[in-house]
Nanobody, 123 residues
C-alpha cells in the first residue's frame, strides 16, 4: 500500500513563498500531481510531474509562480510556490497517477493514491 505524506504548509503573507514536500512510501515512477481544494470549491490540479521529471504541467492560475519537481532518491515530490496570492489559499494534496504520463487535464479519478493534505493560507 502506497502512502503519501505532505508537509510544508503554513500561513504566509501575499507575495511570500512556501515549499511543499510529499514523501511517497513506495516510489514508483508514475506521474505525480499536486491538487488543491479551497472551501466551497472543487478540487483542482495545479501541477504535475511525469516521465522521470522531464515533463511538467501547470494550471494557468499558477504558471510562472509555482514549480513542481521530484527527487526519486529521496522519494519526494516538491511544489515551490512563489508570489503567493490570497486566492492560493487551500488544502494542498499530493497524488500518484496510475500511468507514467499525466497532466493537469487528467481527472482526479485516474489517481490511485492520495495524501491527507497540508493547509496553505495566504493573507
Amino acid at each position: 500500500h502506497v502512502q503519501l505524506v505532505e508537509s510544508g504548509g503554513g500561513s504566509v503573507q501575499a507575495g511570500g513563498s512556501l515549499t511543499l514536500s510529499c514523501v511517497v512510501s513506495l516510489y514508483i515512477n508514475t506521474c505525480k500531481a499536486w491538487f488543491r481544494q479551497a472551501p466551497g470549491k472543487e478540487r483542482e490540479a495545479v501541477a504535475t510531474v511525469s516521465l522521470g521529471g522531464s515533463r511538467t504541467d501547470y494550471a494557468a492560475s499558477v504558471k510562472g509562480r509555482f514549480t513542481v519537481s521530484q527527487d526519486a532518491t529521496k522519494k519526494t515530490v516538491y511544489l515551490q510556490m512563489n508570489s503567493l496570492k490570497p486566492e492560493d489559499t487551500a488544502m494542498y494534496y499530493c497524488a500518484k497517477h496510475t500511468e507514467q504520463f499525466c497532466g493537469v487535464f487528467s481527472p482526479a479519478s485516474e489517481y490511485n493514491n492520495w495524501g491527507q493534505g497540508t493547509q496553505v493560507t495566504v493573507s
